[in-house]
């Protein structure tokens, strides 16, 4: 079992950046490892990817603003969200090995 757990969020104006951490319980440096965001009253949607071989992938809507990484040594993945917009309002779930869901940090991009 391991346990997921996210931080860094919070309150960003447009344009703003911020970088969210996934802290994990055991050891995830074979574990694929991905974001998702849930805005209110939409699905879950992809964000980004991260194979154990540091491999990314991105979803369209947030290619060339956001990036992906992983620290293994921490057992830690970060997303590093750049240019904010309104529209990445969501809250932010981290998931490992492709089953061990975090409880969600929000992320609010208002002026």
């Known amino acids: 079992q391991v346990q997921v757990v996210e931080s860094g969020g919070g309150l960003v104006q447009p344009g703003g950046s911020l970088r969210l951490s996934c802290a994990a319980s055991?050891?995830?440096?074979?574990?694929?490892m991905d974001w998702y965001r849930q805005a209110p009253g939409k699905q879950r949607e992809f964000v980004a990817f991260?194979?154990?071989?540091?491999?990314?992938n991105y979803a369209d809507s947030v290619k060339g603003r956001f990036t992906i990484s992983r620290d293994n040594a921490k057992n830690t993945v970060y997303l590093q969200m750049n240019s904010l917009r309104p529209e990445d309002t969501a809250v932010y779930y981290c998931?490992?090995?492709?089953?061990?869901w975090g409880q969600g940090i929000q992320v609010t991009v208002s002026s």
């Open positions: 998931r490992a090995g492709g089953r061990y």
């Open positions: 055991g050891i995830i440096r074979l574990y694929v």
């Open positions: 991260i194979s154990s071989g540091g491999t990314t």
